[in-house]
């Protein structure tokens, strides 16, 4: 119970996500595509002034190591759903393309089920207690779900990340930056991955797609500029 107004809001997540992307597929995408490119930005200009404060002025920001950390495991968080649907994950097919047609769509259907029970586990695993597995309850073993569940109720804060003074005066809050404000991506990327994996699994069944990889983007690209190659 203690986790279910977070995994309420997840789902509500998935829900307005499927129904604008029903709408405005592109959108979606250029707005996936725009999140990824600016959290590379921002990790690349605060890396770069970092460079530029410590050897050129001798000073810098302290939180500076640790926010580019955390964009960047947002960066990762965020783009492995995104990847998943635009098929850009790297994986070997060979053994698989050997296989009857009927067995082969089976087995990709079972690589992106696996994907999605890979990234629900890790969300939440205490459902596996419902198998018999002897799965604890406390936020150590329940996922990446109960673990920010664990660290929004605790409100510890992050080591070198700050609030601004002026959001401590007038607010009133700690003066670091509280770390489920960090780690909030981790569950959220974990439910888009696991969202766009059963996406795959439905459109690999309807034939709309391969697999869940892509195996063979090599040998598609010399195909496609096979005629420049000659030249």
Not at 2 to 25: D, H, M, S
Not at 67 to 92: C, D, E, N, P, S
Not at 132 to 150: C, E, H, M
């Amino acid at each position: 119970m203690a986790l279910l107004v977070p995994a309420l809001l997840l789902v509500l997540l998935l829900v307005l996500l499927n129904l604008v992307e029903r709408r405005w597929p592109d959108g979606v995408t250029r707005l996936e595509e725009n999140v990824l490119a600016s959290l590379l930005a921002i990790i690349t200009l605060v890396s770069f002034t970092q460079v530029i404060a410590r050897y050129g002025f001798n000073s810098g920001w302290t939180g500076a190591l640790e926010f580019t950390r955390i964009l960047f495991a947002w960066m990762i968080l965020f783009g492995m759903g995104y990847g998943i649907k635009q098929g850009m994950h790297l994986g070997v097919d060979a053994l698989v393309r050997l296989l009857p047609r009927s067995l082969f769509r089976a087995a990709a259907v079972f690589g992106a089920f696996a994907v999605f029970l890979y990234a629900f586990i890790l969300l939440y695993a205490g459902w596996l207690s419902l198998l018999g597995i002897d799965v604890s309850t406390n936020w150590r073993q329940t996922g990446a779900l109960g673990y920010w569940k664990f660290m929004y109720t605790m409100g510890t804060g992050l080591d070198d990340l700050r609030y601004p003074q002026w959001m401590i005066d007038g607010f009133g809050i700690q003066e670091r930056v509280h770390r489920w404000v960090a780690y909030l991506m981790l569950p959220i990327g974990l439910t888009l991955l696991a969202y766009r994996s059963l996406q795959a699994m439905g459109a690999i069944l309807r034939g709309e797609r391969e697999m869940v990889i892509a195996g063979h983007e090599a040998e598609e690209l010399v195909a496609a500029h096979k005629d420049e190659l000659k030249d």
